[in-house]
């Protein structure tokens, strides 16, 4: 089974179904990639939640038109949130093997934050949203994670001061773990930091304690960046099944 993407929908002028417009990436990959073909049955998401089932239709030189017969709204929707914060990675790769490796294992946000160790003060947002859009596709999902440019932390502490936060950090007084936490993660407001290859100072640790963030472990073992990221995507998905 293959998902297209495509946020390009149409009412039908004919009736009240919609028609759904691939674009030339699409369009190439469905009929000269996968060999799809007029009247032949499609998937789409659109990157909201909604998963739309319909046919090939007319077929122009760089679109393809789709007639769309079923919607499935918050197709897979979770009862649960997922939100890291991730100071971005020198190398931007690891950045965006991150991303896609988030997608895969299911969030619904995230946030880089620029830290005091921070290597990195610019992201490649275009090549983000790329990296999105295929890892959703590739995985079955309907929805693309709300992916926000990259913010101070102390700014972005000052956005979610009223969620529930929490601050992995390599600090020997902190023994606690997602685990410890785990009937929070069935709310929708609560978010997890990730610090830079130097870990947060001790003056981000302390700030994000003054602010109620509580602190976590991932355990003993010293783990990259963007490896922690996946972890607690990981951790949070268990917590929840």
């Given at each position: 089974m293959y998902f297209f993407y495509?946020?390009?929908?149409?009412?039908n002028p004919n009736d009240l179904s919609k028609i759904i417009i691939l674009d030339k990436f699409e369009s190439n990959h469905c009929l000269n990639v996968l060999r799809y073909k007029e009247k032949d049955k499609i998937k789409v998401v659109?990157?909201?939640?909604n998963l739309y089932e319909g046919k090939i239709g007319e077929i122009k030189k760089n679109q393809c038109f789709i007639n769309v017969y079923n919607i499935f709204e918050n197709y897979m929707k979770r009862d649960y949130y997922v939100h890291i914060a991730i100071a971005p990675t020198k190398n931007h790769d690891r950045l965006e093997w991150f991303v896609e490796k988030a997608i895969e294992l299911g969030i619904d946000e995230i946030s880089f934050i620029k830290c005091s160790r921070s290597l990195r003060t610019k992201i490649r947002?275009?090549?983000?949203?790329?990296?999105?859009?295929?890892a959703m596709k590739q995985t079955l999902k309907a929805y693309i994670p709300k992916i926000n440019d990259i913010i101070s932390f102390n700014d972005f502490l000052k956005l979610h001061q009223n969620n529930f936060g929490y601050i992995c950090h390599l600090e020997e007084d902190n023994k606690k773990s997602l685990l410890d936490y785990r009937n929070?993660?069935?709310?929708?407001?609560?978010y997890?930091?990730?610090g830079p290859e130097?870990?947060?100072s001790q003056e981000e640790i302390e700030c994000a304690v003054?602010?109620?963030?509580?602190?976590?472990?991932?355990?003993?073992?010293?783990?990259?960046?963007?490896?922690a990221g996946v972890a607690v995507c990981h951790l949070i998905n268990l917590i929840n099944v």
């Open positions: 495509s946020n390009l929908i149409v009412d659109d990157g909201y939640g947002m275009n090549r983000i949203q790329k990296v999105a859009i295929t929070r993660f069935n709310v929708e407001s609560s997890v930091l990730i130097g870990d947060f003054d602010n109620n963030v509580s602190s976590i472990s991932l355990g003993d073992n010293r783990l990259r960046t963007e490896t």
